[in-house]
């Protein structure tokens, strides 16, 4: 039961499992992996592919021959393994260069550099079969609003996004390019917060239909918002072009836990909405094991991740054939369709009717909805009760 397989398309990152446990406060418990022993560690743990930004895999001073090399045994270990790689991005965030942001930089050869650095990354995402491409712009913001304006920042980062789709034509890679927001750390700020605020950008590109959203459970969590929500509204705009599932306590820094293993119940609309609307796209657990846990618990952790969603994915279904649950929401949705002549789209005289309808308000103020009912119905199949 509960066993991950590659058709439920489950991904990590390089850097997920091997998180090395380094934080603010304290140097790396363990041991580096290879990116080939990370490969071999999630084809044993059942996933179905593993994803990189261009220095999991390729170190930033490594020579031309050194790339080459690596590719080819990465390339080996996913043909032993039938791994794939769904999706690649750019480290734009850990050298130093990237310090005041990289695209949204004030230093026009480190915005220039920045573009460099990400072709070369989708050559490499192309080279190893990537069809998703993520931008998460983790330096892209400011402490002080002295240094920079918004407006800057703005028209930076879409020159750079244009210039890269039009890289992506040139180069026929047909990449899906997935913008993450986050609203804050590294940065105190973050340009462009939210998934919501990714949506309103992109209408602003020059090619807006090869670019949607990675949300990120943890992401929206921070900003105090609905991740299902989030999620439900990119859908809703054809924009959900990926998406990173991992966990977080509000109101605290990015903790990228294993999914589920905080906010059950958020967890469980999630997985509802992604199965019914029928997501084709790929789980991927962008979260890290606890600083304490040994390899062991590591493995632990990505099984984990994999086991909840499958387990909430039942969890979904028992909720669909629960007779209980469901008649309690065909009253909550009653409709005689007596307004239906009034909906849709409009016309003068639907107008002039509905002006002319007599509504009895204080009686449709009376109408209460059984949702204590509901919601403790589905806390109580959540506690495998029902
Ligand atoms: C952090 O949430 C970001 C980076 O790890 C990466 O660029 C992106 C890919 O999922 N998520
Ligand atoms: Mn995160
Ligand atoms: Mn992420």
Request: aromatic fraction near 12%; glycine fraction near 8%.
């Amino acid at each position: 039961m509960y066993e991950p397989k590659p058709e439920h398309r489950f991904t990590f990152g390089l850097w997920t499992v091997g998180n090395v446990g380094r934080d603010p406060f304290g140097e790396p418990v363990r041991s580096p992996m290879s990116p080939l022993d990370i490969v071999h560690m999630l084809a044993e743990a059942g996933a179905y592919g593993v994803n990189f930004h261009d220095n999991d895999l390729i170190p930033i001073d490594a020579t031309g021959a050194e790339r080459d090399k690596i590719v080819a045994d990465f390339k080996k270990a996913l043909a032993d393994t039938g791994l794939v790689v769904p999706m690649a991005t750019t480290n734009l965030f850990s050298d130093p260069v990237f310090r005041d942001g990289a695209f949204t930089s004030n230093d026009p050869k480190v915005r220039a550099y920045a573009l460099q650095k990400t072709m070369q990354a989708m050559d490499l995402g192309a080279e190893l079969g990537a069809q998703v491409y993520v931008f998460w712009g983790g330096r892209e913001g400011t402490e002080t609003d002295a240094g920079k304006s918004p407006l800057d920042a703005g028209k930076w980062f879409r020159e750079a996004l244009n210039f890269l789709c039009e890289y992506n034509l040139d180069q026929g890679y047909n990449f899906k390019f997935a913008l993450e927001a986050k609203p804050n750390e590294p940065r105190s700020d973050i340009y462009l917060p939210t998934t919501g605020a990714m949506l309103g950008f992109i209408a602003t590109l020059d090619h807006p239909h090869m670019v949607g959203v990675n949300p990120e459970v943890a992401h929206e969590h921070m900003a105090g918002l609905n991740f299902m929500h989030a999620v439900a509204q990119a859908w809703d705009a054809g924009k959900l072009f990926h998406i990173d599932l991992n966990d977080q306590k509000f109101g605290r820094y990015d903790q990228d836990f294993r999914f589920g293993a905080e906010s059950i119940k958020q967890a469980f609309y999630l997985v509802k909405f992604l199965e019914e609307v029928g997501y084709e796209g790929s789980r991927h657990f962008d979260a890290h094991a606890y600083r304490t846990a040994d390899l062991n618990d590591v493995k632990e952790f990505a099984r984990g991740c994999m086991r909840t969603y499958l387990i909430l994915k039942e969890k979904a279904q028992q909720f669909r054939a629960d007779h209980e649950i469901q008649a309690l929401l065909a009253e909550i949705k009653a409709d005689d369709g007596s307004m239906n002549p009034y909906f849709g789209s409009y016309s003068k005289d639907k107008a002039q009717a509905l002006k002319a309808h007599s509504f009895d308000r204080v009686t449709l103020g009376q109408r209460g909805q059984p949702y204590e009912k509901l919601d403790q119905l589905l806390i109580e199949l959540l506690l495998g009760v029902r």
